[in-house]
């Protein structure tokens, strides 16, 4: 044996050894610290809290409690266009590993958000009847707008 002479064969026994791989061919890959599991349970929480935010904000139009008005309808197809962008953000994270995909799909959510969250500062009426849900999805958006160094939905 040769001192001082490394083979290519040695290296990539060493590099193996040492688990020395490239991050996004690892299982275990992470993105700000988080893995891509734990990333696809923030993601679906959020689209959890945003289902739940629209059957709660149809129930209350149906029951009656928010008057149907031209508003109210703008009001409902809001938090629909805003769910229906997080369950495309569910099926993105299952087709790409591009953090940087997530993050506009991310981005594209909270200005999906922002209207809705206006309106429910003009009516506090309408924020009232949908049970918090609002303040809990909202937190969860904000949530992933910070993993994801997006600016936030703001007051």
Do not use: C
């Not at 008057?67 to 993105?92: I, N, P, S, Y």
């Not at 591009?98 to 309408?126: W, Y």
Request: zero cysteines.
């Amino acid at each position: 044996m040769q001192t001082g002479k490394v083979t290519l064969g040695m290296l990539g026994a060493l590099v193996g050894a040492l688990g020395l791989t490239a991050p996004a061919a690892r299982a275990d890959a992470t993105y700000n610290g988080k893995t891509k599991d734990e990333i696809k349970e923030m993601v679906s929480a959020t689209e959890r809290q945003s289902n739940t935010l629209r059957k709660v904000l149809e129930d209350r139009l149906n029951e009656g409690l928010l008057a149907k008005t031209e508003k109210q309808g703008v009001a409902k197809k809001r938090v629909q266009l805003l769910d229906e962008r997080l369950e495309r953000l569910a099926r993105d994270l299952d087709r790409t590993k591009d953090p940087s995909t997530i993050r506009m799909g991310v981005k594209e959510t909270v200005q999906l958000a922002r209207p809705v969250q206006a309106m429910f500062n003009r009516n506090v009426a309408a924020r009232r009847t949908v049970d918090g849900s609002w303040v809990e999805l909202k937190g969860d958006i904000n949530r992933l707008a910070a993993f994801y160094h997006v600016p936030r939905i703001g007051r």
